[in-house]
């Protein structure tokens, strides 16, 4: 139960964000029209900065969260490395960020979005889950940058979140909304 609490709390981190420090704020308003993680990582340096609404399926782990697009695997590629087609989950109060955010995350939203999840999840198997989040999108400009060499000869790139594994990440301004997927078997299987 524990990782359901961490995908779903900050709609997926929020009981370790609460622990971090982030404090209630009110949200502000949201775009209707919520992107994809497709629509972000196809065009990442047009929306690098700003301030988007997110819905696609979530994931999370002990080592953090992420929204995942599963339609569009390979989408990002910098210098020859095929990134994972996710976006890794964050808070203004945690370090790693390249922009300074001008807001703090809505806690009470995560614990809505927790509640709202744990009752889908009775009806609907977690894969047909649909997280919407709302925060200040970022990605590296210059991956060139991020590029590290290791003593053992080898190389990689550094990009967000857990091991520097994900090309962006998402600010988290407040978890608006979880659902199901309608094109999602939505049937629980055992």
Known sequence: MIWMRQLLGIGLIGVGLIAAGDQPSAPKGSPVNPLTVCELLKEPLKWDGQIVTVRDHGRGSEEGA????????????TDGHVWSSAIFLSTPSLPGHLHSPDFTYDVESGRRMLAKGTELMKKAPLRCLLSTYTGLFE????????KVAYPNGTSGVIGFGHLGAYPAQLLLRSADDIGVDPHCRSRKTR
Not at 66 to 77: D, H, K, R, S
Not at 139 to 146: E, G, K, L, N, Y
């Open 66 to 77: 992420a929204l995942i697009g599963v339609e569009c695997p390979g989408i990002f590629v």
């Open 139 to 146: 990605t590296r400009r210059d991956w060139a940058s991020a």
